[in-house]
Every structure is written in C-alpha cells, then in structure tokens.
C-alpha cells in the first residue's frame, strides 16, 4: 500500500483516501532528509517514506526551511500536490504578484521599499494599505487613513528588516474566491468581519461564476501547471475587479464537499 503524507492541513484526508495509508506530520515539527535518493520525514512519531504528498501549509509564518523541504522535495522526485517547483514560485508576495502579472490579471497596483527609510518615497494619497513582508492571513498589514497614523506606522516599520509594500486601499463591495481544482472551478463570495479580506469571515456563499473570471483562474492554473489553486478577488460598487493574491494552498471551509473528493483525485491521478 502506497503512502501519501500530508503536510499540515486538515486531518479528514484518510476518509477521502481509502486506498492509501495516509500520514500527517507537522512541518514545524519534522526534519526532512534524502538518503539513496530516497526522501524520509521524520518525527516524534516515526520515520515516512512517502510515494506521494498533499502540501497543505496553510498560513503560517514564512519560514527559510520549508524552501529548504520544498527543493528536496522537487529534488527527490516524490508526485506533490500541488508540485513543489510552483509551490516555491508562490511562496513569496513578490514572486506571486509577478506571475499575476505574467497571467495579465488584473493586479491592485503597489509600489515597494526594501527598506524603511525609503517609505518617504513610495507613499500614496490616503487611505493606503500597508504590508511589512510575507506574512499571510492579514498579518503584517495595516490601513493608513491619515497622516499621524502613517508616521506611527513608519515608527514601527523602522525595526523591521522586511520589504514593504504600499497600495491604494479598494472600497470593495464583495470578495470573490474562484477556486480551481482540476478541471473543475467554484465559486465563493465572503464577507469579514472588519475591513480585511478573508480574515474573520462572518459569512459565505457559492455564487454564480462568470466567465471572465474562470478564464483567469484557468489561465493561472494552466501557467504554473497547478492542481489547485484560487484567486482572491475585490470587487467595487462600480464594476472595477481586482485581484488581490492567488493561492497555491487554498483552505476549503465553505466550499462543498466535492471539493474535497476532486482534490484527493489529484493526488490518486498524480
């Protein structure tokens, strides 16, 4: 019997996966190695020898390591879902606004410092959001409306050694996620609870997809060659959409259970 190891995430996939024995380990908690070209995860709870892996590292503080697993993963040669060579592309907030706009999705224009004695010259009018690094699930962004919140935000970015990026705040009417797996997409608009897309969701419901949109995530997914993958989108009162990220490990909460069922056909057909 084949194994697949699951990489953090949900801990419902042995139902969906009858045939395999699955596993799970906690990245912050295992240390990886190849050995006879062989790839081995080791814990607390034993040594896996995985024939293939679901990658389900959610949002999480970035940490240098996990690129270090990703190469060896892609290194050993071991069937990843989604495959690690894109999982690396879309770790980083910079790489993956640059592959939207290979895509030509239409992106929330932004200007960037590499450091904070430089946000003097990357402001904009108020309101802005500003976002210190490669954090996800809201952290590490703020919204400025004025200009004495501005400079206790540049107080504090002054002790950061994280690029920051500043873009026009979207008064959005609705955030739209278009999640695609296989060849298969949903839909899902969201509503949270502050000003934060996607954080502290109230709310959900499948929508109607639209055309244009699903030619977008397709397009992303095609490109990077993806098994799963969403865009988070911003729409405002006028029409205007705006892609705010895509995401190479979306969650599926809110998403019907045939999500679940078509993703672990990924990892049978992979």
């Excluded at 190891?5 to 906690?26: A, R, S």
């Excluded at 240390?31 to 040594?47: H, R, T």
């Excluded at 590499?114 to 009018?125: D, F, G, I």
Aim: proline content about 4%; glycine content about 6%.
């Amino acid at each position: 019997m084949e194994t697949v190891l699951v990489v953090n995430g949900e801990v419902y996939w042995q139902d969906f996966l009858p045939e395999y024995k699955v596993e799970q380990k906690k990245i912050q908690f295992t240390e990886w190695l190849i050995k006879n070209d062989q790839l081995y995860a080791i814990d607390q709870n034993g040594v896996c020898k995985p024939d293939r892996i679901l990658w389900r590292l959610g949002a999480i503080k970035p940490n240098p390591k996990y690129r270090t697993i990703l190469e060896l993963i892609n290194f050993s040669g071991v069937p990843c879902v989604n495959n690690a060579s894109s999982l690396l592309k879309g770790y980083d907030r910079l790489s993956m606004l640059s592959t939207l706009k290979d895509c030509k999705l239409p992106v929330i224009p932004f200007n960037v410092a590499t450091a904070s004695t430089q946000l003097k010259n990357v402001e904009m009018p108020f309101p802005f959001v500003v976002k210190a690094g490669n954090y996800h699930g809201g952290f590490g962004k703020v919204l400025v409306s004025n200009e004495e919140k501005w400079q206790d935000v540049k107080d504090l970015l002054f002790i950061t050694d994280d690029y920051v990026t500043i873009e026009p705040y979207i008064d959005y009417e609705r955030d739209i996620r278009y999640l695609a797996i296989g060849d298969q997409v949903w839909a899902m608009a969201r509503k949270g609870k502050f000003w934060k897309a996607n954080v502290q969701t109230m709310d959900f419901v499948m929508v109607e997809q639209d055309v244009e949109l699903v030619q977008q995530v397709k397009i992303l997914q095609e490109y990077l060659k993806l098994d799963i993958v969403a865009i988070d989108i911003l729409e405002e009162k006028n029409g205007n959409r705006y892609v705010v990220e895509y995401n190479d490990i979306p969650g599926l909460s809110g998403f019907p259970e045939e999500v679940k069922r078509a993703l672990a056909s990924c990892v049978k057909n992979k």
